[in-house]
């Protein structure tokens, strides 16, 4: 790989002895993963019903490297959001911060999703997940991963982290920030990435960390926990902000990366003055593990953790919800309870009864479908967080049958079923819906999902 020769000489000066070995690491092939998404599956079960050799990522246990050669994003298991196509280092970030079901999570620079879909997992439906980022263009891939992978709890947002902050102060027991970086971590990944480096890429990079960072640590409630990581090895992106911000966050202290899990310790040394602290933090180098290098900390705030208060939701209005609970009550085996909102003709399930007035949503909850005229049309997010034991009318392919790959090319083809709608399904994996009328299914799975 040919690098800049300003990097080579930066990274030899930090790496020294171990630098022949990095730029070796870098002419060889990259490492491929994918997480399982338990949501929906365990690691054990996804096993025995994919066609690719899966070996474990030290620090993410749903974590998994397959052959490159392989394609698993083009197997209806993916559709069916068994699994997300990963990077096995930026596994790292969500896996090691203790998120639990009924945390309020913040996903600060989410697109396209990986960590949010990682922490939905941890959440198991529970608590609220605001999933974030500031470009609205890249939200819409980031809402795609949300519902592909049925997560029922989540906001996406579109929105800057000041004005995130004035919303939420002091509320989240748990904050993501995977901060936007010179990327020196992904050279083997991307070409551009090799192009666009520059010191002034570093430079710009460190005025939005620093900014990212700090208005994070006031939306952290006392006892929370948050998880700052970088994609790139500059010493100015990661150690130097964190020693900075921990001069400037007094009631912040580094928790531990755990260095049996394949990660080297942070580098004190590589900044002025760097305190000896921050070997807590955690560093994954290509030469030394099998991906492509992350930077990791892990950082808690002072105080005790607040009970969870009950949430007290508004009752839904029967009348105007009457064709949706007509619709439950004809084909489905569940009640829906909680919070409702209609935003024209869309109606959605509110994972926490806050007020998002003036915050740029992209999704408010789970988009449950359209109330049209006299009855409702369910949507295909609201199929993805089904099991098929939830609905009454269920038609189950194999993985290999025709009939799953007629149906992800949205065609429509004769099947034994009863009329009305069907949850369709691999084995016990929901694809979607049908709606059968004399026994052919109008297929209803969502056009911008279409297999190509």
């Excluded at 697109?111 to 500031?134: C, R, V, Y």
């Excluded at 070409?191 to 700090?214: N, Y």
């Excluded at 899990?261 to 921050?278: K, Q, S, T, V, Y």
Aim: glycine letters at 8%; one cysteine or more.
């Amino acid at each position: 790989m040919k690098l800049p020769e300003e990097y080579i000489k930066k990274m030899s000066e930090l790496l020294g002895d171990e630098s022949e070995e990095y730029f070796k690491s870098l002419d060889e092939p990259r490492a491929y993963g994918l997480r399982v998404n338990t949501l929906k599956i365990s690691p054990e079960e996804l096993k025995n019903i994919i066609d690719i050799e899966l070996s474990p990522v030290k620090w993410c246990k749903e974590g998994f490297y397959f052959d490159g050669s392989k394609r698993p994003s083009k197997s209806p298991l993916y559709y069916a959001g068994l699994y997300y196509i990963q990077e096995p280092s930026a596994m790292c970030a969500a896996s090691l911060l203790p998120i639990s079901p009924g945390d309020r999570v913040l996903d600060l620079c989410a697109a396209p999703g990986g960590k949010s879909t990682q922490a939905a997992a941890k959440l198991k439906g529970e608590g609220l997940l605001i999933t974030n980022d500031i470009s609205a263009s890249r939200c819409r891939a980031l809402v795609k991963n949300i519902e592909v992978n049925g997560v029922p709890n989540a906001v996406v947002s579109n929105e800057t982290p000041e004005h995130l902050r004035e919303k939420f102060p002091c509320f989240f027991d748990k904050i993501i920030i995977d901060a936007p970086c010179s990327g020196e971590g992904m050279f083997r990944k991307d070409p551009e990435a090799v192009k666009s480096w520059g010191t002034h890429k570093t430079e710009m990079c460190v005025g939005l960390q620093r900014d990212i960072i700090k208005n994070a640590a006031e939306m952290l409630a006392p006892g929370g926990m948050m998880s700052y990581s970088t994609c790139t090895f500059a010493p100015e992106e990661n150690e130097a902000i964190i020693q900075e911000f921990l001069d400037n966050n007094p009631d912040f202290s580094l928790v531990e990366a755990d260095k049996s899990l394949g990660f080297d310790r942070g580098r004190p040394e590589w900044i002025a003055n760097g305190r000896g602290e921050l070997e807590k933090c955690g560093r994954l180098f290509p030469h030394k593990v099998l991906g492509e290098g992350h930077f990791l900390a892990l950082l808690k705030k002072s105080g005790e953790k607040a009970e969870p208060k009950p949430e007290a939701f508004p009752p839904p209005n029967k009348k105007k919800l009457k064709d949706f609970y007509d619709f439950c009550s004809e084909y489905l085996n569940i009640s829906m309870e909680g919070c409702f909102e209609i935003h024209g003709t869309s109606l959605f399930k509110i994972p926490a009864n806050i007020d998002f007035k003036g915050i740029r949503l992209q999704r408010s909850g789970l988009y449950l479908g359209e109330l049209k005229k006299n009855r409702f049309e369910p949507s295909q997010a609201f199929a993805m967080t089904l099991k098929p034991e939830d609905v009454k009318n269920v038609i189950s392919f194999s993985v290999g049958s025709r009939e799953v790959i007629r149906y992800l090319k949205g065609e429509s083809f004769e099947v034994e079923a009863n009329d009305g709608w069907n949850l369709i399904c691999i084995d016990k994996y929901p694809l979607g819906w049908g709606k059968i009328i004399k026994g052919r299914m109008k297929n209803k799975y969502l056009q911008g999902w279409l297999m190509q």
